[in-house]
């Protein structure tokens, strides 16, 4: 550990104190002004008047070492102090207790720079309020020369040189990383600004990812969330996916290594869906929307790149389906007649969370004259009735995307979740003999032991409901499944962590 | 330059492979390229005269100058016509 204390040569006494990487701040208020402000200019007056009365004041400076006059400004003009900080106003004035402040005020307004500062009476003449100019930590390109300067250390990834003809998105895929599309080359500033989106260590492991079982840190999750064209705000959504993924009950291993069609579908729920502006609804597992594009994307670069499952290697699948390059939504949750899947899964209401699940793809569910629930359960019955295979129980799990019109028709008669499951399961229950090899003249079927019993579609646990779409089409969606329960997969719901 | 962060394991080695060498030169076009650094041509010569004993094509390239990396056209040029290159590195 370095300890350095900088000493302002006018008063003699330590100004900033930096400990481990980190600046800790005087105590007292803090200023942060660039001469290049109008609103810094103007304030000028107050900062003298604040200075004056000893209320332990401290400018920093970020371009003229001298401004303001009369205030003993600290040098800034390296950004250094600022960057820390993650000043974007100028003037930003700081209460700073214990090293850390407590209060912030961006711009000029007189009643808040009064009662921060406990000071009546402040730049008479001036005008009550004017906001401030930007601050040059956010000059164009200046975030991305911080980063490297103050916070290069913070990633270790082994750096990769391209040759001075080497187009670097071509080197992408020269190299494997793609999934057969282009990737946003990652570059050490990019995987900075990535590592922004999260509170986590750049170290910490976030799982151990198949079929190489790696120790996979946040650093590795944000290099290929870069690739997948992920924002930085996308990255918790990302790690809890990743995380979840690479849990024993969901074996991405085994999804990732069968001949099945198999691969991971992401379903957010909670207050981050809308912060970053996840689609729940028209086309909600469609194309278009830069969360869930790249979200479901970074899950499966994660699992190529880290993991080492790449298609005709590890990746055996048959046919595969197109979800595998990224499949990814949020639960419309305002709108739906139930509570959300992470509720029903045992999260709290509020909570932001992904469930994972293994689906094969999107079958669709055509149902336009339904008007009792009944009714529309009984149809939702006989396409659910063929996931995997129409003579096959117990075998396959699957998700229903319920859309706005069909959950219209179960809201308006009262039908809970947990009612519509029990229909169905009901409705889904068949003859052994039915199932059974051999009958109805089709080869596949169950093993001849069902023939004496009833035969359910669906394992307890193995019907999952959540509702998305747009509000026009009496269409839903089932996501079929993969070998279910602790032979294959489990759906998992993890929590996400800023 | 550009450098990039490898999103890997890190556990194949962070360089491209060579291109994989053939087996045998027998029925391949050979270019041979000439950096032009002195002298470079006399060496090429001599390696055109027993390649072509032995019964093999060969086309010959030259750099417009030593100092600079080929063009990118002439790297095209190369690639499409031959199966294998012998650089010239001579002084």
């Known amino acids: 550990m370095r ?29 942060f002004v660039k001469a290049d402000c109008p ?3 103007m304030v000028q007056p107050v900062l003298r008047q604040l200075a004056a009365v000893d209320a332990a004041l401290t400018v920093y400076t970020q371009d003229d070492p001298t401004f303001p006059a009369g205030t003993a ?26 090293g850390k402040p407590v209060e912030r005020l961006e711009g000029w307004d007189r009643r808040e720079w009064e009662r921060l500062t406990g000071i ?45 003809q ?25 995987v900075l600004r990535m590592l922004e989106g999260t509170s986590r260590d750049p170290q910490d492991v976030v799982a151990v990812v198949p079929p190489d079982l790696v120790e996979c840190t946040v650093e590795k999750v944000a290099v290929n969330a870069v690739m997948a064209g992920c924002r930085p705000e996308y990255l918790p959504v990302v790690l809890a996916a990743v995380e979840a993924a690479c849990t024993e009950a969901f074996n991405i291993h085994g999804i990732l290594a069968t001949t099945y069609f198999v691969g991971p579908v992401v379903i957010v729920n909670g207050p981050i869906a809308r912060e970053i502006g996840m689609n729940s609804g028209i086309n909600a597992l469609g194309q278009g929307n830069r969360a869930n594009a790249t979200i479901g994307r970074a899950l499966q670069l994660v699992i190529r790149n880290v993991g080492g499952g790449r298609p005709g290697e590890i990746d055996r699948a048959t046919l595969g389906n197109p979800g595998k390059y990224t499949f990814c939504f949020a639960e419309a949750e305002d709108t739906s ?9 045992g999260l709290p209401p509020g909570t932001s969370a992904v469930t994972l ?11 336009q004259l339904a008007r009792t629930p009944e009714a529309l359960a009984r149809s939702l019955a006989a396409c659910l009735r063929v996931v995997g295979h129409p003579k096959w129980g117990l075998a396959w799990d699957a998700l229903c995307v319920i859309s706005p019109e069909h959950g219209r028709v179960f809201r308006e008669a009262g ?53 998305a779409g747009g509000t026009a089409g009496l269409f839903s969606a089932i996501i079929a499944g993969w070998v279910s329960g602790p032979a294959g997969t489990e759906p998992v719901t993890q929590e996400i962590r800023r | 330059m550009i450098e990039l962060l490898d999103p890997t394991s890190e556990r194949q080695p962070g360089h491209r492979p060579r291109a994989a060498r053939p087996a045998s030169l027998d029925g391949l076009t050979i270019g041979l390229l000439d950096i032009a650094k002195a002298r470079g041509d006399i060496f090429l010569d001599r390696v055109a005269e027993q390649l072509t004993a032995r019964g093999l094509r060969v086309v010959r390239f030259r750099k417009p100058t030593y100092t600079k990396p080929a063009p990118a056209d002439l790297r095209v040029e190369i690639r499409t016509h031959c199966d294998a290159v012998i650089e010239a590195l001579a002084d």
């Open chain 1, 337 to 345: 007649p139930w509570e959300s899947l992470s509720v029903e899964r």
């Open chain 1, 39 to 41: 609103t810094c200019q």
């Open chain 1, 3 to 31: 300890v350095l204390v900088y000493i302002n040569s006018a008063q003699r006494r330590p100004r900033v104190l930096r400990t481990l990487g980190r600046v800790s701040l005087p105590e007292g208020l803090v200023c």
């Open chain 1, 415 to 467: 039908w809970s979740k947990a009612r519509l499951r029990d229909e169905l399961g009901s409705i889904l229950t068949f003859p052994g003999a039915e199932m059974v090899k051999g009958a109805g003249g089709i080869a596949e079927g169950m093993p001849e032991l069902a023939v004496g019993a009833t035969v359910a579609k669906f394992r307890p646990g193995g019907l999952l409901f959540a509702h």
């Open chain 1, 166 to 190: 080497e187009d670097e998105v071509e080197a992408t895929f020269a190299r494997g990383w793609s999934d057969g599309l282009p990737l946003v080359p990652p570059t050490p500033p990019r």
């Open chain 1, 73 to 98: 400004p600290v040098d800034d003009t390296l950004l250094e102090v600022s960057y820390r900080q993650r000043i974007e106003i100028v003037p930003t004035l700081l209460r700073v207790v214990g």
């Open chain 1, 120 to 164: 009546n009476g402040l730049g008479d003449g001036l005008p009550a309020f004017r906001p401030g100019c930007g601050s040059r930590t956010l000059d164009i390109g200046m975030p991305e020369i911080l980063a490297m300067r103050y916070d290069g250390s913070r990633i270790r990834s082994r750096r990769i040189e391209l040759g001075a």
């Open chain 1, 357 to 367: 699940f293994a689906g094969s793809g999107v079958q669709p569910f055509f149902d």
